[in-house]
Nanobody, 125 residues
């Protein structure tokens, strides 16, 4: 069993930055691929970014490339999402996800078995 706890959400003005963290427990940090997804009110869950077990490979959604970066510290069992140049349309609940069986940073939510509770990010205009 893997438990995921997100933190770092909040309210920020457009153009600002936030860094989300996701702390994992239950298995060693390098055991799973980890990802970030988001869901805005009335919209489907959307892929944001994912990172391979070693951190050597990442996958960022096209619309966020250049603004968002994902990284991980396996010694701390933590993955980070650095979000810069935030826009009002980035407002959503951001979820951390993990999976023990896949090897590449997948953008498919169905491939992740473990999910956090989510953290709210609100970007004001």
């Amino acid at each position: 069993q893997v438990q995921l706890v997100e933190s770092g959400g909040g309210v920020v003005q457009a153009g600002g930055s936030l860094r989300l963290s996701c702390a994992a427990s239950g298995r060693t940090g390098s055991s799973y691929v980890m990802g970030w997804f988001r869901q805005a009110p009335g919209k489907d869950r959307e892929f944001v970014a994912a990172i391979a077990r070693s951190g050597g490979s990442t996958n960022i959604a096209n619309s966020m490339r250049g603004r968002f970066t994902i990284s991980r510290d396996n010694a701390k069992n933590t993955v980070y999402l650095q979000m810069n140049i935030l826009k009002p349309e980035d407002t959503a609940v951001y979820y951390c996800a993990a999976d023990l069986t896949i090897f590449s940073p997948s953008p498919l939510a169905d491939e992740y078995d473990y999910w956090g509770q989510g953290t709210q990010v609100t970007v004001s205009s």
